[in-house]
């Protein structure tokens, strides 16, 4: 039984709504899916019903968006948390307008090379999800100037380009901690993407394991071979979780819904390890 354990939907910098992201694991023939938008579970209620419509199994997470010291984007999932942890909603508060203002700051930027205006840019979102560098990527299509999001990404939009802007995100380690307490189970995302630009160094995977890090994404298509082989490792010397996933964006990437999944074994070790009171809502999987 096959489980996709990375996804977004329109909540976040996905293309399509909750529920759709459901039916197209169901249209996949996968036994479950996790729904992790970017600093947001806004978009659980709706994937529920679609997984009880479907009678696929659904994973209630997020991808808690974390900066290191030296300016490196981390990614940690997290599952089964409690959504309304105080601490936890307070920092993806303060994160989310940081990136709201970024956003801004850089469509300004863009705007003196391309025709692109803020208003272009909200037009690329849902009402609930957090203006970022995915819709500026998508007005930046429509505009002519890219064919895809990922070629934004790859060119206008890369860090490093004169119109990239940081911004504040918590360190990783104060994010696996706000997971743990807020009862849910952190996972590294795609740790080894280089093809995303540097990744972080291997003491940074020690300071996240002591702060209680529960596993390690590893089948993920940005991970590079030897990555993959080191996290393997590191996996299995410290007893960590491994996960596979697709980080499916919907359209505008080329991430196929199940490319990499993962096992029920692993994904009930998931959810053995969460103490909100969260479970998978496996719908008879």
Do not use: C
């Not at 909200?122 to 957090?130: A, C, F, I, L, N």
């Amino acid at each position: 039984m096959a489980f996709d354990m990375h996804t977004h939907s329109n909540f976040s910098d996905g293309t399509t709504s909750p529920a759709d992201v459901v039916h197209a694991a169901a249209r996949a023939g996968l036994a479950g899916v996790a729904l992790t938008d970017h600093d947001t579970t806004a978009g659980w209620e709706p994937a529920e019903e679609a997984a009880a419509e479907h009678q696929i199994a659904l994973i209630r997470g997020m991808e808690l968006s974390t900066v290191s010291r030296d300016g490196i984007a981390v990614h940690v999932l997290s599952y089964l948390h409690d959504p309304t942890d105080m601490d936890l909603l307070a920092e993806i508060a303060k994160s989310r307008n940081a990136r709201y203002q970024r956003a801004k700051r850089m469509a300004k930027l863009l705007s003196e090379d391309f025709p692109i205006t803020w208003e272009l840019v909200k037009q690329q979102t849902t009402v609930e999800s957090t203006i970022g560098r995915p819709h500026l990527a998508d007005a930046l299509v429509q505009v002519g100037a890219v064919p895809n999001r990922s070629a934004a990404f790859d060119t206008i939009l890369r860090g490093g380009s004169k119109y990239y802007v940081p911004h504040y995100a918590p360190d990783p380690v104060l994010g696996v901690e706000l997971i743990r307490n807020a009862g849910g189970v952190p996972i590294f995302a795609h740790p080894k993407a280089k093809v995303r630009g540097r990744t972080v160094s291997n003491r940074l995977f020690y300071d996240m394991l002591d702060a209680g890090l529960a596993g390690v994404e590893v089948y993920h298509r940005d991970n590079s071979g030897s990555g993959k082989e080191w996290l393997l490792g590191f996996a299995q010397q410290h007893d960590l979780l491994v996960t596979g996933s697709s980080d499916y964006h919907g359209a505008g990437k080329p991430n196929r819904l199940g490319e990499h999944v993962t096992s029920r074994e692993t994904v009930e070790a998931i959810e053995a390890k969460a103490t909100s009171g969260y479970k998978v809502l496996w719908n008879g999987n």
